[in-house]
């Protein structure tokens, strides 16, 4: 059973561009989570996504970031206009339901 | 609002010797408190968790005790080996269908042979 997959596994982008992170969860998983990992920091929640639904953004910064979970295919983490300060490691994780939660490998963004 | 203190944030230890990270909670909702483990440059991974209804769990090497009153949870790691060595977060969520994790800040473990 493939565990929780993320790619890309590094990410680098300009000031100003977009950033795209997909996230396909573990074999039989409907909920997905994004946390965010500042260097040498904790990991903080961003949005936790079911297939289709936004349950909870309540850490998402109000602009310029994303996320859907689709359907078919991976959940994505969008970012527009990339800022420095965006520069991060992004761990998502999967649940069947309650507890517990898997982790990817993580996406390390770093912007120029 | 939802917070999760840990303590402490480094802590060096002998081989053979027991470690302990102590956590303390906010929430009084919250029901379900994992321990994961980050070496350097990888994954978050799950190594023991405790819910609400249970006030120890061991796993070989590895306990969590919970105190719902208190509002505090600890590991506890004995006969500690190098392979130890890693960032150790606890975190604590509510609700029964998935919730999200708030993390403490970790706690920086270091086994010297």
């Known amino acids: 059973n493939a565990g929780v997959m993320q790619n890309p596994r590094h990410l680098v982008r300009r000031r100003g561009q977009e950033a795209r992170l997909r996230c396909s969860p573990m074999k039989g998983h409907s909920h997905v989570y994004w946390y965010r990992q500042l260097p040498e920091e904790g990991l903080k929640f961003m949005v936790y996504?079911?297939?289709?639904?936004?349950?909870?953004e309540s850490g998402m910064p109000k602009e310029r970031f994303s996320a859907e979970f689709p359907k078919e295919g991976p959940s994505i983490l969008r970012i527009q206009q990339v800022v420095r300060g965006d520069s991060a490691a992004y761990f998502c994780?999967?649940?069947?339901?309650?507890?517990?939660?898997?982790f990817g490998p993580g996406t390390r963004l770093t912007v120029l | 609002g939802e917070n999760v203190e840990q303590h402490p944030s480094t802590l060096s230890v002998q081989e053979g010797d027991s470690a302990v990270i102590k956590c303390t909670y906010s929430d009084s909702a919250s029901n379900y408190f994992p321990w994961y483990k980050q070496e350097l440059g990888k994954r978050p991974q799950l190594i023991i968790d405790?819910?609400?209804?249970?006030g120890e769990k061991k796993d070989q090497r590895i306990a969590v005790t919970l105190n719902k009153t208190a509002k505090h949870f600890s590991l506890h790691i004995t006969e500690t080996q190098p392979e130890d060595s890693a960032v150790y977060f606890c975190?604590?969520?509510?609700?029964?269908?998935?919730?999200?994790?708030?993390f403490g800040q970790g706690t920086e473990l270091s086994v010297k042979p």
């Open positions: 994780a999967s649940s069947e339901g309650s507890a517990p939660q898997y």
């Open positions: 975190a604590a969520s509510k609700g029964n269908q998935g919730g999200k994790l708030i």
């Open positions: 996504l079911q297939k289709e639904n936004i349950i909870d």
């Open positions: 405790i819910r609400s209804n249970v």
